[in-house]
């Protein structure tokens, strides 16, 4: 009997053992499984953010080098429902390459990019992003509004964001704004459209009021 007892004990203590190395290693195992979720999940944020970036900086360089027929083609094709695609062009024309506004925008940044979110058939995110910009005035008659211009900047981007240099007549401005990227997969070929609060009432035709209301 006591030998018994003995080799009850030895077994009974190998099982405990056993059973503390299947649940230690099972523990390390989910931990590991977790982990390789959470790399697995970064790293698609990361690859998703990568090609959104590319995109946006593909749509800001275009309009930062004033070649309008590329800017048109990187914003959002149902924007276009709302406004016309040749009344847009020409808009930017005139704003881009007008002889009597030596415009430049410099410095451009990108401060975030938002969580990809679908929304019915959809993929969305918001980049939040900001650039310098000059402004000269080429002419005598924006000259003469020199007062009127700095009026609408300031109201506009904020006193503290505007200056003017008196002798080579140049306003300078910082300015922040929002787009919404727009895809049909949510990996690849983003749309954009920038949010102003003056044209919201109309993106609402078009977009999810979450999206457009997001910080």
């Known amino acids: 009997l006591p030998i018994f007892d003995y080799n009850k004990r030895r077994f009974f203590q190998r099982s405990m053992l056993t059973t503390m190395f299947i649940k230690n290693h099972m523990k390390r195992l989910f931990l590991l499984f977790l982990l390789s979720i959470s790399i697995f999940s970064c790293s698609q944020d990361k690859s998703e953010n990568s090609t959104i970036k590319t995109d946006f900086e593909k749509y800001f360089r275009s309009i930062q080098n004033k070649n309008i027929g590329e800017a048109i083609n990187c ?13 847009m062009k020409q808009m930017l024309e005139l704003t881009y390459n007008n002889p009597q506004l030596g415009l430049s925008i410099n410095k451009f940044n990108i401060d975030n990019i938002s969580k990809v979110e679908k929304i019915k058939n959809e993929y ?10 000059d402004l000269k ?16 900047l300031e109201r506009k981007f ?14 300078s401005f ?8 727009i895809s049909e997969n949510g990996k690849s070929d983003w749309k954009f459209v920038v949010i102003e609060n003056e044209y919201k009432p109309y993106l609402l035709k078009i ?8 910080n």
């Not at 977009?207 to 997001?214: A, G, R, T, V």
């Open 75 to 87: 914003i959002y094709p149902k924007f276009f429902e709302i406004f016309p695609k040749e009344q």
């Open 124 to 133: 969305f995110t918001t980049i939040n992003y900001s650039f310098d910009v």
């Open 137 to 152: 005035l080429n002419s005598d008659e924006l000259k003469s509004k020199k007062d009127l211009l700095q009026e609408g």
């Open 158 to 171: 904020g006193s503290a964001n505007v200056k003017f240099e008196s002798e080579k007549q140049i306003f």
């Open 174 to 181: 910082n300015s922040s704004k929002k787009a919404i990227g």
């Open 207 to 214: 977009l999810p009021e979450k999206i457009i209301n997001e």
